[in-house]
């Protein structure tokens, strides 16, 4: 994206307040006027006075021209930081609906520190492109333009004079930008690679202190700042450059303004008013060709976030609503997938052909060694991603059909990691029901087990869970992100590893937690510990993407297959007699023996 359409793409997105802007562009070419005038009117006064003739009445005009161009000022000042403002805070709201849109590969591969950075850094320099083209910019162009041709009227061998300055200082600012382009792309890169790595190496402070890298990370990231600065400063250095040529060009031409009008004022052909008054031009040419020199070297330099921010905004959101697509509605939870295949990119990494149902309120585990694709097979009913053949439907209806936030609302989901947010414990359930009233929240921790333990913070409810949720322990954690799934109600449930890594004591808790939310819904296992597989109504084995073993837990250890061996090398037992008569979804841990983890 090359810097004349990055440019006049941000100045476009000022289209959503148009009338406002161009009256401020109708302000800016007044403004431009005004200041045309003034040496004008200065070099009659001069001439009036070297005459002995009256120059109230021009002396008048030029001061209500100045107060005139005094008020304009004020107001576009004022008018263009407001809208600039609005419209800055406009952009960053469409750049976080479209990033949080966008689909998990997405931010895998960029990470969230370089997301963060597009989203402020070109908002802030669209607030600045904004603000300087109203104020400055376009008041620059337009002096430039009425000065030209009334320079040409007076004289045409001094408006050559200033064509010549204009012209070397068009020369070296291109100069400049032929000589900076890659270097400044090269700088945006390094500024989006140091924000990542800070947003890499804070996301996991915890790992950074316990394994001692705090000298290596703070080392690694003062190396990629050396890296920044040594692409930084061969840009800045020719910019500089151009600061200096340009003040030179600027003090040799009001050399020879001076030194032409002085031979053609000693020959009779100007007056003592229009040197002056072009003097007064060139004063203006110079200030205004430093506010484009400025703005045309700040424009550059932005470009690159500027373009990063744009590249964020058409960033392809891979799944949306199909034109037409309606609500889900009274749904009872059927779930059926039909042929089902989907493959990431070119790999062969993937599920392929899954064919099964599961009725209203029935259990379905997932088991398989890793990769076997347990979480993608899941991740599409939540239309995560679109399968590539087959369809899934939900009480008989295709979810492509669905709106997104139907389909959403109908599945809750509870995640190995819990997910919480640096929000109160209280705002972090309410993510399952944001209109839910105190009561309901509390009625929610309560049947999640968490109620005792939140009453104990200093807080209670509102205590503030830290980011991620590293306020509360594992546990807790845990329990917070089922009190939010209850909350919620929906008639699905996805369990994806919910009780992996918890001891013996807590896994219990929320054991009888999970059972309590999974009555009357239906509910998908990601399984993990046999506790949560033993009494599924059906039990799916995943190798390499394909549903190779299904039945119920004494089925499936009797075939001998790959479950059998999963079941062995975690140690596991079948459930006895009397546990196997509590086999429905309230049934509780099968056995000590079944604690040990199945590989997933």
């Known amino acids: 994206m090359n810097l004349i359409r990055v440019h006049l793409r941000a100045i476009a997105m000022l289209g959503a307040e148009r009338t406002l802007a161009a009256s401020l562009a109708a302000a800016n070419c007044a403004l431009a006027i005004v200041a045309l005038a003034e040496p004008l009117l200065f070099g009659r006064v001069v001439d009036a006075l070297s005459k002995g003739q009256q120059t109230a009445s021009t002396i008048g005009l030029w001061a209500a021209l ?61 607030f600045g492109t904004w603000l300087t083209f109203l104020r400055e910019q ?19 061998r001094m408006a050559a004079l200033l064509a010549v300055l204009a012209t070397v200082y068009a020369a070296i600012n291109v100069m400049t930008v032929m000589r900076t382009s890659d270097g400044q792309a090269a700088v945006e890169r390094y500024h989006i690679q140091v924000s990542g ?20 990370e703070a080392h690694e990231l003062r190396h990629m700042m050396g890296e ?55 004063t203006l040419m110079i200030g205004k060709l430093d506010q484009l020199s400025s703005f045309v070297a700040r424009i550059f330099m932005q470009a690159p976030t500027l373009a990063s921010f744009f590249n964020l905004l058409d960033a392809s959101v891979v799944i949306k609503d199909k034109p037409g697509a309606t609500p889900l509605t009274d749904i009872r939870g059927a779930v059926t997938y039909e042929g089902v295949s989907f493959r990431y990119g070119t790999s062969k990494q993937g599920v392929y052909e899954l064919d099964f149902s599961a009725k209203p309120g029935e259990t379905i585990a997932l088991v398989g060694p890793t990769g076997s694709g347990k979480t993608t097979t899941l991740a599409l009913l939540q239309r995560l991603r679109d399968p590539d053949k087959g369809r899934i439907l939900i009480d008989g209806r295709d979810i492509r059909d669905c709106t997104l936030e139907s389909l959403r609302q109908t599945i809750a989901v509870v995640f190995q990691e819990a997910g919480l947010f640096n929000r109160s414990i209280a705002e ?37 869970a830290g980011e991620r949720g590293a306020g509360l322990s594992g546990g807790e954690r845990q329990r917070v992100a089922l009190a939010r799934a209850i909350l919620k109600s929906a008639p699905i449930l996805i369990l994806d590893e919910a009780t992996s890594a918890l001891d013996t004591e807590t896994e219990g808790k929320i054991k009888r937690a999970l059972d309590a939310l999974r009555r009357g819904r239906t509910t998908f296992i990601i399984a993990h510990r046999l506790s949560t597989v033993a009494n599924a109504d059906l039990i799916l084995v995943l190798d390499e993407g ?46 000590p023996a079944a604690k040990a983890p199945v590989p997933a």
């Open 138 to 156: 376009l008041t620059a162009v337009v002096s430039i333009t009425f000065l030209v041709p009334t320079a040409i009227y007076l004289d045409w």
């Open 228 to 282: 920044l600065l040594s692409a930084q400063f061969p840009v800045l250095t020719w910019w500089g450059l151009l600061t200096c040529l340009t003040r030179a060009a600027s003090t040799i031409t009001m050399v020879c303004v001076f030194t032409l009008g002085s031979i053609l004022a000693s020959r009779g052909e100007m007056t003592v008013g229009e040197i002056v008054a072009f003097v007064g031009f060139a």
């Open 428 to 464: 972090n359930i309410r993510i399952g029901r944001p209109m839910a009233s105190d009561a309901e929240v509390a009625n929610a921790a309560r049947l999640a087990e968490a109620d005792d333990f939140i009453k104990r913070k200093e807080d209670g409810y509102a205590f503030i």
């Open 546 to 591: 394909r549903i190779v073993e299904r039945g119920k837990f004494r089925e499936l250890v009797a075939k001998g297959g790959l479950f059998s061996r999963l079941v062995k090398e975690g140690g596991f037992t079948e459930p006895t007699e009397d546990e196997d008569d509590n086999t429905g979804p309230g049934s509780q841990v099968v056995s």
């Open 66 to 126: 100045g107060l005139f161009g005094i008020f304009a000022s004020v107001v576009v000042a004022v008018f263009a930081d407001r809208l600039a403002h609005r419209q800055r805070l406009a952009a960053m709201s469409k750049a976080f609906d479209r990033a949080i849109t966008l689909p998990i590969s997405y931010h895998a591969e960029k990470g969230s520190g370089a997301v963060v950075r597009n989203i402020l850094a070109g908002t802030d320099t669209l």
């Open 197 to 216: 790595r800070v947003g890499d190496v804070l996301g996991n402070v915890t790992v950074v202190q316990s394994y001692a890298r705090l000298q290596a």
